[in-house]
Each structure stands twice: as structure tokens, then as C-alpha cells.
């Protein structure tokens, strides 16, 4: 009897893999787009997960036809879709919320001869990593939201802003660099980051976590403008928790070689750009300016 059942099965996973062969982006996006709603809002951990594992094995089958490299994947909204300028790659990154406020990360970069990398999510995003490289095979897991590639001389450095839930205590986002140490081969991390008078390989924030904290290229200052983070109260400092945005805004400037830092950022926003404004602009440091719960690639 076990040996029918086993050849039982071993034919429905014929079936399915033989089903799934030939079958193009648009196909199985309809599958995926209705597994990444299960990823976000199953009722449990464990199936969150499990729905994240089949969404992979369908991304990778993606993987195996030509139109993926410039297939739109509009319906996969709550996935990260990167491409830089350049077109040297495409990023796929999501996340999945697990108990107590933690998560787990994904990421494959695809290159457009069809193969690709898989980011391992095998760490936590620490503060005293921000002086190392670190490799795709023990990657500490974000969700980037944005590239921006730089050159020095003949070298490109693709700048990656992300995002990592944390835990129910604090937020974390993280200013990090991609590099291709040779073919099918890329690190995380370069010292092109200016900070308190060294070179950073990656610039980590953290902050009480239901607090609004800005991170993000801003087009008119041509720089990655960010919120100058305090504690509220001198006997805090270093209690991340505690942490929230002030009125004030730093920011980091391209300068040819590295990311120059810019202490106090001249944020004032003219009365006729107010509606379009791209930040979040508080009038005092303001604990109150509450984020959504839910990371919003996830939350509806």
C-alpha cells in the first residue's frame, strides 16, 4: 500500500511540474499575486511561510523564461521590483511578518542572461556590522525600497535604501551599498559612507517603532535626505526605543568618491510646493507622528 501511495505521489508531482513547464510570467502571476496576500495576512507564522516558500518555487519558474527580466509584475505590489539605471540586474525582495513584530526577508537578483543570486536571511541588521562586508549567502534580511547606482572610475556601487520591521520595540532602515565582486558574485557593503569622521560600509538607523522616521532620495537636493534621529531625553542615548525624529534633516551627497554626509540639511519647504510636498515636515520633535502598523508593501 505504501508503495502505491508513493507512486501516487511522485505522479501528481510529475503532473504538476510537467504542468507548470512552458508556462509564462503573466500564468503565474495570477498564482503568486493570490500567495502574497497569504503571506501578509495568514493567521499563523508558519503558514505565512509556507505560502512565501511556494511563491518562491513560482518566482524561480519565472526565472526560467526570457520575458521575466522586463515582465512588469503589476499585481505582485507588495513585492519589491528594483532595476537601476544601468539595467546590470533585477531585484525581487519581500518579507514575511512572523510573532512579535519580527520578520523574515527574501531576495533574489536576477541578471538578464536569465541567471540569478539568492540573498540568504541568516542575521540581524547590528550596528557593529556597519564596518564590514558581508556576503549573499549570510545576508541580514531588509526589504530595500529603492536603488541608486554611483561610479568611481570604472567601479559602479549600487546604493540600496531599505527597510527591516525589526522587532515590537524598534524600526530599523539601512543605507547600503551592492557590488559585483566578479560574475555571479556580489557583497553588501563598501566604505563610502561619511559618519563622525570615518567611512561607514552601510548606514543603519533605528527608532522607536511607531514613529515616522524619512529615509529617501530627494530629487530637488539632488541627496538621500533623512530625519536627524534624538532620544527623547539625554539619559536615553542609545536606547533605541526611545528614539524619534527631530525637526532637523541630514542628508548624504554624491561628491565622486563617497557618500559626504550634510549636517542639517536646509529643509524649508516653499508655501507654493506644500501639496507636493515629499516628507513629512513637523513643526517640533513630535513623538506622535505615527507610522501604519504594517510594513505598506504588506498592510492593504
Known amino acids: 500500500m505504501m508503495f502505491f501511495m508513493r507512486i501516487a505521489s511522485v505522479t501528481l508531482l510529475f503532473c504538476i511540474v510537467f504542468s507548470a513547464q512552458g508556462q509564462d510570467p503573466a500564468e503565474l502571476e495570477k498564482e503568486m499575486a493570490l500567495l502574497q496576500k497569504q503571506i501578509g495576512k495568514a493567521p499563523t507564522a508558519k503558514e505565512r511561510l509556507e505560502a512565501s516558500d511556494q511563491f518562491e518555487v513560482l518566482l524561480l519558474e519565472c526565472f526560467g523564461s526570457k520575458e521575466t527580466f522586463e515582465y512588469p509584475f503589476s499585481n505582485l505590489s507588495k513585492v519589491a521590483k528594483l532595476t537601476p539605471e544601468d539595467g546590470a540586474f533585477r531585484v525581487f525582495n519581500w ?76 524600526t530599523k532602515k539601512v543605507i547600503d551599498v551592492l557590488v ?77 568618491n563617497v557618500w559626504k554626509l550634510n549636517e542639517f540639511v536646509d529643509m524649508t519647504r516653499p508655501k507654493s510646493a506644500e501639496s507636493g510636498a515629499q516628507f513629512n515636515f513637523p513643526d517640533r520633535p513630535d513623538f506622535n507622528r505615527k507610522r501604519e502598523k504594517n510594513n505598506p508593501l504588506i498592510g492593504d
Open 95 to 170: 518579507n514575511i511578518p512572523l510573532e512579535e513584530g519580527k520578520h523574515a526577508f527574501r531576495m533574489y537578483l536576477l541578471l538578464p542572461n536569465g541567471k540569478f543570486i539568492k540573498f540568504k536571511d541568516t542575521q540581524e541588521l547590528r550596528h557593529e556590522n556597519q564596518s564590514r562586508s558581508i556576503e549573499s549567502d549570510d545576508w541580514y534580511g531588509a526589504l530595500y525600497y529603492e536603488i541608486h547606482p554611483v561610479k568611481v572610475k570604472r567601479e559602479t556601487y549600487y546604493t540600496l535604501i531599505g527597510w527591516d520591521g525589526n522587532d515590537e520595540l524598534t
Open 180 to 256: 559585483f565582486e566578479k560574475k555571479n558574485k556580489v557583497t553588501l557593503g563598501f566604505p563610502l559612507f561619511e559618519n563622525e569622521g570615518n567611512l561607514l560600509h552601510r548606514r543603519l538607523f533605528e527608532y522607536a517603532d511607531d514613529v515616522v522616521f524619512n529615509l529617501k532620495w530627494l530629487e530637488p537636493k539632488e541627496m538621500i535626505i533623512f530625519d536627524r534621529l534624538e532620544p527623547k531625553s539625554q539619559n536615553l542615548e542609545g536606547n533605541y526605543a526611545f528614539y524619534g525624529p527631530s525637526t532637523a534633516y541630514d542628508g548624504y551627497e554624491w561628491d565622486g
